[in-house]
């Protein structure tokens, strides 16, 4: 099944929403979770994203959520420095992270491929809510 990876500049914000998609999904798939800095301030680590991507990759590959700016920076950064086996398989997806998140990983937990579930996970950026 695809992975999942919450990119966050906030510890506490990945905590928080690692938990909700492992619940909504029964814990069915991987999900990785990257938050904070290694010296436990808000910012993100490249190094960091890298390992939880490996961790969540078990062949059908991983997406990466992202919350703001320079997040989505450290993420592309990941994909650069990960090895060979890893191209193709690891997308980044535009997509709210909360929404997109819980989208992506329900649609992943009933086994759908990194597009759909990608394309699942982008298309929460039109969701209304009132």
């Known amino acids: 099944m695809v992975g999942i990876v919450i990119v966050s500049h906030s510890k506490k914000v990945a905590d928080g929403l690692y938990e909700l998609a492992d619940q909504m999904t029964g814990g ?3 999900i990785g979770k990257s938050g904070g800095t290694k010296d436990g301030r808000l910012g993100t680590n490249v190094d960091e994203i890298v390992e939880e991507i490996k961790k969540c990759e078990s062949g059908d590959g ?5 919350d703001l700016g320079s997040s989505v920076m450290s993420a592309q950064m990941a994909l650069e420095f990960l090895d060979g086996e890893y191209a193709g398989k690891v997308e980044i997806a535009d997509a709210p992270l909360v929404e997109g998140t819980i989208a992506a990983s329900v649609e992943a937990s009933i086994g759908s491929d990194i597009l759909k579930v990608k394309a699942v996970a982008e298309a929460a950026k039109n969701l209304v809510k009132i």
């Open 62 to 66: 991983v997406l990466v959520l992202v």
């Open 28 to 30: 069915k798939i991987r």
